[in-house]
């Protein structure tokens, strides 16, 4: 293959890299800066890809929508929508400790999949969505896989934007004083309610818009689309490796871990067709056992987060 | 920087170089094929790419295309998954850069997939299986085509079987997707048209590891047999069991999704002389006879499932065509699909590349004589085709007669 | 119909019952949850179908195998994974928790393969009582029989050894029960056999009531976790009932709404239990 097919396939390989970074950055927000526990990442990126499919496709029969709406608000819908399903997600588990938000945030992935996959009317099933209309799709023509890159590259500098300038105000201070500690920053006179609530819509807004990048991009979601364990775990390794509350380690991080990820693709494509399932078993079997190891190892993950001042 | 940074950005390098390597190749003709080789229908899968490989072979050693060029079929799994499937699609037309498609499996993965990657990016698809009739009308600028017969035929005959086997009432179990709800509502007509009465007809989600809730409300009424549109792995020979050791059912109607020895395994006795419908091949022309020994030869097994054929002849038929439109471009590919195959051109065998090539270079039209009959397309890429009906006998799949339309 | 669904759901809910017990233990002990729970009892059902399907064992002598050496593994995760994790807060172990159970998950599923494996192939008809309005399968009976038995030995070894007792204070208040002396080592190591051997027995009686498949055990850890939020963390006789009211609310729920929310229904019970009393039916203080 020429050089156009490496290239081609870089720009490919950066969009997805750049739509998990979306999620990892999001997921930094809520546990990086505020310590929650959300492993039910699919689910809010499944309500990002949906929202746009109903907001943004051609009116359809045969579900909800399409609206036929500017691109710009499905992402902005999609967002939206995530973070009133975090907001619903967290009153019943943020005052309580933290595995509660865990073991909620994994039945709300489940629940999710289980409406689009039985409301036909909202969702059209199983059978998905497909024909998501694609951004700037004639204007760009036959470049338009980098175009949608550097749509997805605006998204991310905008969200490590917010999220720094966030993460520095008193109001990320406060943030971690209270992953820190939550008695004495209940004892400041901090309604640790309310500020893990704002982290964990934040991040579930992130996911919203990743979500619906997604779906832009492949132009069709069905329920399947949204592994809950292996996405979502995918995107806690990159925070992990990358550095948990280190925005710009997270974002080496995603690109390592999805690096790593495809390049397992690689070499289990090596092997015999004959054991195509045990390769793709394998891959999930490798990079967990990655995470293990980095888990053990290097508890900061490459990046450890920045000492900020106290005051 | 520190060495640990460092580290990380020599190893990132390091992945993406182990990562681009596997894109480089030498030039072919290359053709995707996007099949489940995991995942429910992965025992289905992993034969039909049997079939598309056996053509490989067939076209490589009799003078490959074009130029002597070697025709290298590339093959991504769906899983057995819509959302995989049309990502793995998306990375054919993106990144292999392929003219042409066979697949997918299921209709629900084929539909998302010529709405959302081969028509809006000009590459032909041709499924081996699909069989829903929502395929018909797709709007796919006549990109798509498939090689099996559409499934408003399998539904009139399923309905036509159960009303022959004189229930008067049944109830249907169906896989939620476009060919479980394709065919149910075949099969509800044509029942009720026989004067039939459906009791119950129930989607159900795949893989679940209990359906008596489903079955119970199946059950209601006491309709005479069950019929199941399923896959085995993804339900069905659960629900097999589970309507049978519950007592809810002991009469079924199969469909295509089900004929596979494994649905009778352990239960043989209880499920002897049931019936089942399959999409087959018309009568007549050598292309099966031919077929079966060559499958035998090179598997030294018969062909146990349905759609090796009907895969075979998909590469088949894209090797004519690019062959025909001298270049390996999804439009010029488009077109000569429809102009090379020709009820009253020259008989081409499945064996009979060579022959077919020369035929091309003289101008010639070509009657395929496929492995699954005659192949040829009407104007929107449907074919015409028969509907196999099957029995259990002895714990082994029979096919007993054709219905042809 | 009802009393149908009401045996099914007794069925089920005894199952997700032993997987809570042990899950509610390690919570109570350890103070994480333990996320690959569902996952340790897909794996004891396939060594069962390693020793009696394809070792041609019986599946009595199977079944005791199976859950040895599932009570290895859980040990193993603790010695290899969580312990080292304990000093760093607990969201580390749990997210380790969630690697565990995937590895595990996909090791099934490259010995074993995706397909559905049974113990027995061929099928058994049902008993017919009250004029055909309950049908019940032999191995359902022994199911119940099963399952009654291993509650009970819980109840034994938990209110009449030294070791059971110890363990249940120190799921009540691990501070307080270091000081009077227990010897923790030891009681962490035999709660991860006991739950091991639990989660294992419900993994085999589960398999042997529909079949195996890899995702079994994932499915029913949500179910698990309820069981165990609704009876109190901690709690294991709390987790017993729970997983009851679990199974057969589930089970129960068909008659209302449509079966594919069955797994939904765990789920809000759980929410509407966080919401009313997070501590529980009878836990300490969250």
């Known amino acids: 293959m020429n050089l156009t097919g490496i290239l081609s396939y870089f720009i490919f390989f950066l969009t997805f890299a750049g739509i998990y970074a979306v999620m990892a950055l999001a997921l930094n927000m809520q546990r990086g800066f505020a310590g929650l526990f959300n492993i039910g990442i699919a689910g809010f990126w499944a309500v990002g890809s949906y929202t746009t499919a109903i907001l943004t496709t051609e009116p359809s029969a045969n579900y909800l929508g399409g609206f036929n709406l500017p691109i710009i608000i499905g992402l902005l819908g999609a967002g939206l929508i995530s973070a009133f399903l975090a907001l619903l997600v967290g009153i019943p588990t943020l005052r309580l400790r933290e595995d509660y938000l865990g073991i909620t945030t994994i039945g709300i992935a489940e629940i999710i999949r289980l409406i689009f996959t039985n409301e036909a009317w909202l969702s059209y099933g199983v059978r998905g969505i497909s024909g998501i209309p694609k951004p700037l799709r004639d204007f760009a023509g036959k470049y338009y896989n980098i175009v949608f890159l550097i749509i997805v590259l605006t998204v991310i500098a905008v969200f490590y934007y917010l999220s720094e300038k966030g993460i520095h105000s008193p109001w990320g201070r406060v943030l971690r004083a209270i992953r820190e500690d939550e008695e004495v920053a209940k004892a400041a006179g901090k309604n640790v309610f309310r500020y893990r609530m704002e982290a964990l819509v934040f991040g579930a807004f992130m996911m919203g818009v990743g979500g619906a990048l997604y779906a832009h991009f492949t132009g069709f979601v069905s329920p399947e689309a949204f592994k809950p364990m292996q996405t979502t775990f995918i995107v806690w390794i990159m925070l992990i490796i990358g550095g948990s509350g280190n925005n710009f380690g997270v974002l080496i991080g995603s690109l390592i871990t999805w690096g790593i990820w495809t390049g397992t693709e690689f070499i289990t494509g090596m092997l015999p067709a004959a054991y195509t399932t045990q390769a793709a078993t394998l891959r999930v079997i490798l990079i967990g056992v990655f995470l293990e190891i980095v888990l053990l190892n290097m508890p900061d993950g490459l990046f450890p987060e920045k000492k900020y001042n106290k005051n | 920087m520190k060495l640990k940074s460092k580290a990380a950005i020599l190893f990132l390098v390091f992945v993406m170089i182990l990562g681009s390597a596997g894109v480089l190749a030498q030039e072919t003709v290359k053709i995707g094929t996007v099949l489940p080789i995991t995942g429910g229908l992965a025992s289905y899968g992993q034969v039909s790419r049997n ?150 007809s129930i989607a159900f989600e795949p893989s679940k590891v209990s359906y008596r809730s489903e079955l119970m409300n199946a059950a209601e009424g006491n309709p005479d047999a069950l019929v199941v549109i399923a896959y085995t792995d993804d339900g069905g020979i659960t629900i097999i069991r589970q309507a049978l050791e519950n007592g809810f059912f002991d009469e079924f109607v199969f469909t295509d999704g089900l004929k596979a020895p494994e649905i009778a395994e352990g239960i043989e006795g209880y499920l002897e002389g049931m019936y089942g419908t399959t999409p087959t091949s018309l009568p007549g022309g050598k292309g099966p006879q031919l077929f079966k020994e060559m499958y035998m030869e090179e598997y030294g097994e018969s062909t146990p499932k349905p759609y090796i054929d009907t895969a075979y002849d998909a590469v088949f038929v894209l090797a004519l065509a690019i062959e025909k439109a001298g270049a390996a471009e999804g439009p010029a590919i488009k077109e000569a699909v429809n102009e090379i195959l020709d009820p009253d051109g020259e008989t081409v065998n499945i064996n009979e590349w060579a022959k077919a090539k020369q035929l091309i270079a003289e101008g010639k039209t070509i009657n395929y004589e496929g492995a699954s009959g005659p192949v040829y397309f009407d104007e929107v890429g449907d074919r015409a085709g028969a509907i196999g009906i099957w029995q259990v006998q002895d714990g082994d799949i029979v096919e007993v007669d054709v219905v042809v339309q | 119909m009802a009393l149908q669904l009401l045996l099914n759901g007794l069925i089920l809910g005894s199952i997700i019952s032993l997987g809570a017990i042990g899950l509610s233990l390690i919570y109570g002990i350890l103070n994480f949850g333990h996320f690959a729970h569902g996952d340790l009892m897909t794996l004891g059902a396939y060594f069962a179908y390693l020793f009696t399907v394809q070792l041609a064992l019986p599946l009595p002598i199977a079944f005791v195998i199976a859950a040895l050496l599932t009570a290895l593994t859980a040990n193993l995760l603790n010695q290899i994974l969580y312990r080292h994790l304990k000093e760093r807060d607990s969201v580390t172990i749990m997210i380790s928790a969630v690697g565990a159970a995937l590895i595990i998950r996909n090791l099934i599923q490259m010995f074993w393969g995706p397909q559905l494996k049974f113990y027995d192939r061929s099928i058994q008809m049902p008993v017919v009582l009250f004029n055909g309005l309950l049908r019940i399968k032999p191995t359902q009976i022994t199911i119940l029989i099963l399952s009654s038995v291993l509650v009970i030995g819980v109840h034994l070894f938990l209110s009449k050894t030294k070791l059971g007792k110890a363990m249940r204070a120190m799921s009540d208040n691990t501070a307080l029960a270091q000081i009077t002396g227990i010897n923790t080592q030891q009681v962490i190591f035999w709660t991860w056999v006991m739950s091991g051997v639990l989660t294992s027995s419900a993994g085999i009686l589960l398999a042997m009531d529909t079949h195996l498949i890899p995702i079994m055990g994932w499915n029913l850890l949500l179910p698990m976790f309820a069981a165990v939020i609704l009876g109190g963390i901690g709690s294991p006789y709390g987790a017993m009932f729970g997983g009851l009211v679990i199974g057969i609310s589930q089970e129960l729920s068909t008659m209302f709404i449509s079966a594919s929310y069955k797994p939904g229904i765990a789920f809000a019970i759980m929410i509407l239990m966080l919401l009313i009393k997070p501590s529980g039916i009878m836990g300490r203080k969250v």
């Open chain 2, 51 to 200: 079939g598309t490989l056996l053509a490989q072979k067939q076209i490589n050693e009799n003078g490959g295309l074009l130029d002597g060029l070697e025709l290298e079929l590339i093959n991504v799994d769906t899983q057995t998954q819509a959302q995989v499937g049309v990502d793995a699609a998306q990375r054919l037309v993106n990144i292999n850069n392929v003219p042409a498609i066979v697949g997918a499996m299921s209709s629900g993965i084929t539909v998302p997939i010529v709405e959302s990657v081969t028509t809006p990016n000009e590459v032909v698809q041709i499924s081996q299986s699909a069989t829903t009739p929502v395929l018909t009308d797709i709007e796919d600028d006549g990109y798509f085509f498939r090689t099996v017969p559409s499934d408003a035929l399998q539904g009139i005959v399923a309905g036509d079987l159960a009303a022959d086997q004189g229930y008067d009432s049944i109830s249907i179990i169906y896989v939620n997707n476009d060919y479980g709800q394709g065919l149910n509502d075949a099969i509800i007509d044509q029942f009720e048209k026989r004067g039939g009465e459906v009791a119950e």
